[in-house]
C-alpha cells in the first residue's frame, strides 16, 4: 500500500512539475522572440511595406493607388533600431517589442497617446488628400467635432457630459491651426469613443488595412492594420502599428507569440492576441468611416 502512495506521489509531483513548466517554457520563448530580430525584416529599408518580407506562399493584397490602405502600407520609417521616445524625451521602457519606428513627431504636450496617434495618421491622410471635409470624430461624451466647424471659428463649450459649440475665434484653415484642433480631439476623444462610434467589424475575413484593434475603455488600447498579405487557401497575416501610453512613438510592433511569421500576424475575433507588451482579450475590430 505504501509503494502505491509512493507512486500516486510521485505522480503527483511530476505532474505539478510539468504545468509549471509550461508556462515557464512559453516565457522564455516570449524573451527569445523579443531579443531576436525575426528574419523577415529588412533593416536597411524606411517603409513599412519595404521592412517586412513577406513569408513563402503568401502575395500582398493590392490597393488602389492614393487609398487609405496604400498610405498606410508606404509609411516611411526610422531607421533600424531607433527607439521608442516618450513625449519628454526619455526612452520608453520596453524596446524589444518592435521593428520600425515611423516618422510621427510626438508633441511635448503628452497628448497623443494610442487612439490619438491613429487619429492624427487618419486625419493626415485625408488634409493631404483634399478630404478635409471629412475630418471629425466624437467625444468620448457622443458629440462630434469636425474639424471644418473648428476651422470656421467654432468652439466647445463643456458642461460635464454636456457640449455646445459657440463661434468665439476667427476662422483659420492653416496647418497650424489643424494641429490644434487634433489637440482638442485628443483632450476629449480615446478608444472608448472610436469604439461607439465607428463601424465594427465583426466578419474577420473582411479584414483589410486601416482596420483597427481595438479594446474600448479607459484604459483601452488600439493598434492599426498596416499591411495585409494573403495565400492561395485564402488565409491572411496582417501587420499592425500603435502608439501608446505614455504619449510616445508610434511604432511597427512583433508577433512575439509566433516567430516564425513575425512580425506578421493571424487575426482573429474574440481572441487573445497579444501585442508588444499589451494583450487583447476578446478581440475587436473597427474601422475608420
Known sequence: ??????VILALVVVGAFAYQFK?????????SSAIKTPDLVNKDSLTIQSRVNIPKG?????????????????????????????????????QSGHVGVLEIP???????????ALIRV???????????????????SGHYC????????????????KVSFHKTAAKDHSKTNFYKYLNLIYTYSGTLSLYNELPKINDVSKLQI??????????GHIAIICDEIVNETGDKL???????TPAQSVHLVKNLEDSTISPWYKLEKDAVIPVSNYTFYDSKFVRFK
Not at 526610422?78 to 527607439?83: C, D, Q
Not at 482596420?211 to 474600448?216: A, R, T, V, Y
Request: charged residues 25%; glycine residues 8%; contains cysteine.
Open 122 to 140: 487618419r486625419s493626415e491622410y485625408l488634409w493631404d488628400n483634399n478630404r478635409k471635409d471629412e475630418i471629425g470624430f466624437n467625444f468620448t
Open 146 to 161: 469636425s474639424w471644418l466647424k473648428y476651422a470656421e471659428g467654432y468652439r466647445p463649450k463643456i458642461n460635464g457630459n
Open 58 to 94: 503568401f502575395k500582398r493584397v493590392e490597393y488602389a493607388k492614393g487609398s487609405f490602405q496604400e498610405y498606410l502600407r508606404n509609411y516611411e520609417l526610422k531607421p533600424f533600431g531607433s527607439k521608442i521616445i516618450n513625449y519628454d524625451d526619455s526612452q520608453y521602457f520596453w
Open 1 to 6: 500500500m505504501k509503494k502505491i502512495l509512493l
Open 23 to 31: 508556462p515557464v517554457k512559453k516565457s522564455v520563448e516570449i524573451i
Open 106 to 116: 510626438v508633441p511635448k504636450n503628452g497628448l497623443q497617446q494610442c487612439a490619438d
Open 238 to 244: 496582417f501587420l499592425l502599428f500603435q502608439g501608446n
Open 210 to 219: 486601416g482596420d483597427m484593434l481595438i479594446k474600448g475603455g479607459a484604459p
